[in-house]
């Protein structure tokens, strides 16, 4: 990364001016001047002035408007809009030079995230990323540090649990299959997916067990069984919107178990195989929105890419792998 480069401020569009509009927003001002706000684009023209006017940045009703708008002045976009209208809007900015950055998932089929897939791959030079943040989480790093380094062993199991009570969620576009996808598997979790294929090396799925609480809309819940064709190690997840909340990823050694709990968000847990109960202090989950935007800001900026930063193509194994564990859903 050239002086230049290391100096400049990175333009960003977001695309979606809601709750993870919002909190992009809120990462990018984080971090320091490197990344601002240029532009907002809602289809509710309110939402999108709102964070317009909070961020100082211009506020358009839809991308095509802000990217011809800000021609020659805008580096990215983030885009958090629905799964399934994403791809005009990865295709308009790719082949004006602007950097993408994806919420997940990355699409609501394996066939869109495949042509996401593809246009990254047409241009090769513009940066792309799927934002899947937990990969950022100082406490998974801490975990793959200690495995690696044999705290605990060989590994025989992954397990990870993101559920909560969200009993109006039979109502919400996140529940209807046409827009998002699915259900509860390919909004939560995609995110455990992810964090199963960086934590151990690839993603292989076996069969899933769904709960089905709304006719006509996505499973309600998800109990998911994936491997690593890399270790052979064994992934248990849980997904749910109708259950108490549990957010916990966990690793099972032979000699020992690493425990995360993102409600005690500044404590590992350890506990060996003999029964010892240890804790290991680590910096909040909080962080992880601003670490993934600024390796997204320093790539487009061009320094090199943090290989930690989601790709498209990792978003389509998660695509692929929710394709085929609802396939073999009972």
Partial sequence: MTMAEATKTINLG???????GRTHSAA???????????GVVDANRSAADTLAGETGATAFENAADMIASLEGELDAVVLCTPPSVREDVVSAALGSGIAVLVEKPLAETREHAQRLVDLADAFPDVVTASAYCHRFTPAVREMMERTSAGDIGRVVRWENVFACSIPDMGGKWMSDPDVSGGGSLIDTGCHSLDLFQYMQGGLEPVAAVFDRKWSGRGESGATSLVRSPNTGVAGVIMNGWLEPARFLVTLVGEEGILIYDYEQPETLFRTSVAGEKTTIAVETHDVRFARQMEAFVDAVAGGPRDENLATFADGLAVARAVEALAGSAR
């Fill in 28 to 38: 990018a001002a984080s971090l320091g001047g490197k990344a601002r706000v240029a």
């Fill in 14 to 20: 977001i695309v979606g001016a809601g709750g993870m």
